[in-house]
Nanobody, 114 residues
């Protein structure tokens, strides 16, 4: 399994970013997928997850209404659109399979700062 996250960067509070995760090494269209994040000194936490066909999504309370998870099974890619970002969203973001995660990718850093 290989997971390659991209799209992170520096953004001001209130701004938006879109993350992508290209997956390979497994049957992507049959796997639920998820986004996690880990801030310095804190545990990794689940942000959002999406069913294999994309019809069902679930979000952590702290991102509801601001983040949107989606996927393109033709491209083996899962996305995370993040709007109304605040400083508490600063973290390294990772994608993985759901419910049973595989090896973690390198993640992509999101920094929200003025």
């Amino acid at each position: 399994v290989q997971l390659v996250e991209s799209g992170g960067g520096l953004v001001q509070p209130g701004g938006s970013l879109g993350l992508s995760c290209e997956a390979s090494g497994f049957t992507f269209s049959r796997s639920g997928m998820s986004w996690y994040r880990q801030a310095p000194g804190l545990e990794r936490e689940l942000v959002a997850r999406i069913s294999s066909a994309g019809g069902r999504t679930i979000y952590a309370d702290f991102v509801k209404g601001r983040f949107t998870i989606s996927r393109d099974n033709a491209k083996n890619t899962v996305y995370l659109q993040m709007n109304s970002l605040n400083v508490d969203d600063t973290a390294a973001y990772y994608c993985n399979l759901y419910p049973v995660p595989a090896s973690w990718g390198q993640g992509t850093q999101v920094t929200v700062s003025s």
